[in-house]
């Protein structure tokens, strides 16, 4: 039987670091949705073809063919013992769909993984963050939580076009800032998001008994102590 993980948690849940774990301590592969889709650019066969085409539309890539993009990544072969899937399934439809294609393969979902995180601490860890990737591995600060010595200022645009910004300073370096994380009202709309997208998802699982809740407002060493000791209890 594989390992099959269902990782869920509103942005700023630490969600990349825990399935960064998991995937170090099981050694099974992290499927973010997000990646698949994008590796579809690169690809030339008729099912990424679909999906460039619906991209590239500006149209949201239906349930049917977002089914074949996890079938076809699930169907790869360091994904045969089990996977972490991030950012699916995104409604019950596409959690009915998941479990037969598992069930046809004589698997299950072993576990789906709430980090849970109030969600105004999640809106502050999103919107505060900025990292440093001139290092390796990446450092990121929060102008709410980690300083360090990140010099933190406000820009206002010079004809106030545009709302003022924040620049994250390191030693004369500017950090880097992702743009959906500096508008504050996307930031608050992925919060909306997220929640319309997950309760239903929840739902279908708790009724299966498989939903685990984990305190993400731990330290990440304490999340991730947690996550193990879930794991292997449903192995």
Known sequence: MGLYIILMG???????????FIKQTFG????????????????????????QAIMASGQLVDDATTNEVVADRLSQDDA???VIL?????????????????????????????????????????FGRVTDKSVEPEVSYNYYYKQGDVKFTVEE?????????????????TLTRRTDDADAMAVVKRIDTYLENTI??????????????????QSIAD????IQQIINGVK
């Open 10 to 20: 509103v942005q700023g849940a630490g969600k990349g670091v825990q399935a960064g």
């Open 28 to 51: 099974i592969p992290h499927v973010s949705t997000g990646d698949v889709f994008r590796a579809m650019k690169t690809r030339e066969d008729e099912l990424a073809k679909r999906v």
């Open 80 to 82: 045969q013992n089990g």
């Open 86 to 126: 991030d950012g699916y399934p995104r409604n019950a439809n596409q959690a009915a769909f998941l479990d037969q294609l598992l069930a046809d393969k004589g698997e299950k979902i072993n576990a789906v993984l709430l980090l849970n995180l109030d969600l105004f601490t999640a809106f502050k860890r999103a």
């Open 157 to 173: 645009h010079p004809d106030k076009t545009y709302p003022p910004r924040m620049i994250a300073t390191l030693n004369g370096k």
């Open 200 to 217: 239903p998802v929840l739902d279908y699982y708790r009724e299966q008994g498989i939903v685990f809740d984990v305190n993400a407002e």
């Open 223 to 226: 999340v991730s102590k947690d």
